[in-house]
């Protein structure tokens, strides 16, 4: 049963997907990257299919050719290895430069097809197989076979991995951002597994000791997972706006800050307990009870502000500039050197105040004090200076 789901179930969720991508002129309409998705996805339900056992079986049965399944479902991955770097050129260039390139992924996959049924046809494969790495691996042809395979699939798996990656971090919007990490992560399963069938095939011809055995989870994981978050990262900016996904996204941001301003808040109180509306809730309380999390993340921005005025007697301007001085060697700049020197000139004005008691000493006078230029800005700033505050400490 558990072998059936893990052949079937990832190739349905494909299917019914691809199916209404299709319906809604997916395939014909929008972007080329869009479009190359849906080609990728059609191709990968496509051959998932094919090598699932009894289409395996019905194929060889119906050529005459046992394990022509193999070659069959592999070719169509070529096809989504294909798809993959024309959907990763287009989100990184223009469309002159695109269709060049396109052309040369279009040669390659041609290249490694003929050579894929070249090895395959003079490998000798008698007994169909579905578990063709067990009964074939240690056979001549077979590992050239594999290697050409790998030569065009390796490539658009790790670019999809390394940019998917990189373009979910620069994404603005929360949906594009998970999905494009989704479909890194999956693109990664996939680089993992065939780097794992490489070896294994290579270990089998040339006895050397690599532990197939052991890691025999990766034969029958890494391929559903791939597909299954390749699919979730598409399906997310999709059907994310209709689950409510993006106010969830917010509030957790919001709630992440909140907790993350806790150790800052906290020590200005201490400085300065007048800045609190509240006493200082318990940590379980504040992790589990944020009630009006809006009002509250306002307020925290508000007294650490106002804990901030309180403290500027404490403030040397002279602590400010060796602060900034110092960052700015490390090779700081913006507001990362920003946040470097504001955390400094707290960390200092705080030891300053608890030496001082209630009396601050006479001061220079302060330096500007750096912040954003409004409520979001200014949340994510002092977040910032919390956590730099903390290697301080």
């Known amino acids: 049963m558990i072998e059936w789901l893990r052949f079937v179930v990832p190739a349905l969720l494909v299917w019914a997907f691809v199916s209404v991508r299709m319906a809604e002129g997916q395939h014909r309409a929008g972007s080329p990257a869009r479009r190359a998705v849906v080609l990728a996805l059609f191709c990968l339900a496509l051959s998932m299919t094919v090598l699932t056992p009894d289409p395996y079986a019905a194929l060889a049965e119906l050529t005459g050719v046992p394990n022509i399944a193999r070659l069959v479902g592999h070719s169509l991955m070529l096809v989504v290895a294909w798809a993959v770097h024309v959907f990763v050129l287009h989100l990184k260039r223009p469309d002159d430069l695109v269709w060049a390139r396109t052309h040369r992924y279009t040669s390659g996959a041609l290249l490694a097809f003929a050579g894929m049924a070249l090895a395959f046809a003079l490998s000798d494969l008698p007994v169909d197989d579905p578990r063709f790495a067990g009964r074939y691996s240690g056979e001549p042809w077979v590992l050239e076979y594999w290697l050409i395979f790998l030569c065009y699939m390796l490539p658009a798996f790790w670019s999809l991995a390394r940019n998917g ?13 998970l999905g494009m990490r989704l479909i890194a992560a999956g693109a990664a399963c996939a680089f993992a597994y065939h780097v794992h069938k490489a070896l294994v095939f290579v270990s089998d011809r040339f006895r050397f000791g690599y532990p197939k055995d052991g890691l025999s989870a990766l034969d029958k994981y890494l391929t559903p997972a791939a597909a299954l978050l390749v699919l979730a990262g598409v399906m997310v900016p999709i059907v994310g706006p209709r689950l409510r996904l993006p106010e969830l996204f917010d509030w957790l941001h919001r709630y992440r800050v909140y907790q993350t301003l806790r150790p800052l808040w906290t020590a200005l109180y201490r400085a300065s307990p007048h800045i609190a509306l509240e006493p200082p809730a318990s940590r379980l309380a504040e992790l589990l009870l944020p009630g009006d999390l809006e009002l509250r993340l306002y307020r925290r921005v508000i007294e650490i502000r106002d804990g ?86």
Not at 165 to 177: D, K
Not at 310 to 332: H, I, K, M, T
């Open 165 to 177: 990656w990189r373009l979910g971090g620069e994404a603005a919007n929360p949906l594009m951002r």
């Open 308 to 393: 901030r005025l309180a403290l500027q007697p404490f403030v040397d301007d002279r602590v400010a500039e060796a602060a900034r001085d110092r960052a700015r060697d490390s090779g700081l700049t913006g507001r990362a050197l920003d946040v470097a020197t504001e955390a400094a000139v707290l960390a200092a004005a705080l030891a300053a105040a608890a030496a001082a008691g209630e009396e601050p000493p006479r001061a220079h006078q302060p330096a500007e004090v750096p912040g954003g230029v409004d409520l979001t800005s200014d949340m994510a700033f002092l977040a910032d200076v919390a956590k730099a505050l903390r290697r301080h400490g």
